[in-house]
């Protein structure tokens, strides 16, 4: 098939150059030049793994074209993939004008019948509105060309955004009418597998499908942080609990990790958008507005151990960090709980030692000019002359570091540790004071 797509960030450039290697053509379109020239040439503007071996080989194949001419897109797909940002508005809700001025690009240019497909994260009624700006534009050049506007929520997980569009567990399809219908069963039946993983269903449902899947993940961590920050008080181990409670089919183990709050650009955003989507239609989502609450004080949680420990002003002090992106296997730093813990520790005048495998150029990117932190060469040079180590992100490399090496570096042999990585125990029997989530 031929399929453009709108927007190569991360959500476009993972589905056309998946769609790509399983023998579509696929022309991605942005609108910025300096990103579809880096790609024309093989590089990627992202870090997610696998991701430049697969545009590559596709680029090569001749499958997988870049361009920044919008004519030339809208002519290339019969299926045309919208994934451009919807960056939150000052109130919470999703910023439409990208999807939209793609909608109105298509009805500019189009000639002949288009499968309009949203993939980006928008709120319910979304499709209603892009369907309109496309007509609109249509009648204004007196056109009655037929098309169709589906909703097809993606559920990639940074890091793992090839398996996960490879082998999904299941593909939301919201769309009304046959034709439409038929040509996205025909798309997707390469990643069908051995069962059923197509849900068809109306547009409406689909879109508040991705919301309530990313909300209800969310809820599951800020219930588990708070439920770890009453066990730390009780003298319970969360951990423990955790495999209590999840070896219970119907919780589950997935997503029942305490740390140091959510973060990354989608379940901030998500929840707020959801809330608000809530407060517009006349309901308020009381409980998803306890879980964004409970996920803003999570953030601040290490910091709060360091201050009881060390005292208010931290003047004088220094911490490493390890970890810096939102999680591990990105680069990605938005909405990091390792920026506010930055920025928490400097403001009350410590010195930060950070190390991340991956995201410390975008890190030193979005602290910007800040001389309290310094950034280390790997994860053991952070430590010298620092009064503790707080881990923020766990990293593989982080699970079994030499801690005979980690005492001798740090002034004081104390650790915070927002992810529960060590026995801690063991970490203690080492002459640590170790301190982590609820345990
Ligand atoms: C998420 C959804 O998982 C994905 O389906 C959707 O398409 C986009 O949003 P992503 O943001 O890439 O994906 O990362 P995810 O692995 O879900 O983690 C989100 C945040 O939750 C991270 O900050 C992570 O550290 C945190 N988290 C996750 C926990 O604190 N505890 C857990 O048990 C799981």
Redesign the pocket.
Known sequence: MKITVIGSGYVGLVTGTCLAEVGNHVCCLDLDAKKIATLKQGGIPIFEPGLDDLVRRNVEAGRLTFTTDVAESVAFGEVQFIAVGTPPDEDGSADLQYVISAARNIGRHMTDYKVVVDKSTVPVGTADKVKAALADELAARGQTIPFSVVSNP??????AAIEDFMKPDRIVVGAEDERAIETMRRLYSPFQRNHERLFFMDVRSAELTKYA??AM?AT??SF?NELANLAETLGADIELVRKGIGSDPRIGY??????????????PKDVKALISTGKENGHTLRVLEAVEDANEIQKHRLVEKVTRRFGEDLSGCRFAIWGLA??PN?DDMRE??SRVIMHELTSRGAEVVAFDPVAMEEAARVVGDNPRVRFAHDMMDALPGADALLIVTEWKMFRSPDFDLMKQALKTPTIFDGRNMYDPVWVRQQGFDYQAIGR
């Open positions: 993606e559920f990639l997980k940074e890091g899947a990313n993940l599951r961590i588990m997935h997503f029942l990790y305490p740390g140091t709050g959510y973060g990354g650009s989608c379940f939102f999680k990105t990091a709980a």
